[in-house]
């Protein structure tokens, strides 16, 4: 399953973007590699399950993969994936600005108006014990 997740063309366009990892001077285990930690990451967003849910059989750890995914956060590892896929998906005229849609939703109407009435507090006052 894990090479469903990631496939090693997806990799090799990706791989080069995280940090390295090395053994400390000081011992211990190897650091996991790279591919698995991320393979960990898409397979906790695709099944939706808890971090401690986590299969060991993925080669990862819960904690691993939560430390990996907060210092590729903090790296901006995501923004630069997903720049470098959509530069590629352009170069292959996969991508028309043209075609994009917008949520009505999100956008602000821009003559929303004022409120009719202040917002009322949806739960009472706590009161002292």
């Given amino acids: 399953m894990a090479s469903r997740l990631l496939t090693d063309e997806l990799w ?4 080069p973007l995280f940090p390295t ?6 011992g211990g285990r190897p650091p996991v590699d790279n591919r698995t ?3 960990c990451v ?6 939706g399950i808890g971090w401690r849910e986590l299969p060991t059989e993925l080669g990862a750890s819960e904690k691993t993969v939560r430390r990996r995914l907060n ?8 923004e630069a994936i997903a720049h470098r896929l959509l530069t590629r998906l352009r170069a292959a005229g996969g991508l028309d600005l043209a075609e994009v849609l917008i949520d009505g939703g999100l956008v602000k109407a821009p003559c929303g108006g004022e409120n009719a009435a202040p917002t009322r507090p949806t739960e009472a006052a706590v009161a002292a014990n």
């Fill in 12 to 15: 090799t366009q990706i791989g």
């Fill in 21 to 26: 990892y090395r053994r400390s001077h000081k």
């Fill in 37 to 39: 930690v991320f393979t």
């Fill in 42 to 47: 898409l397979f906790l967003c695709k099944t």
């Fill in 71 to 78: 210092e590729w956060k903090a790296l901006g590892l995501f």
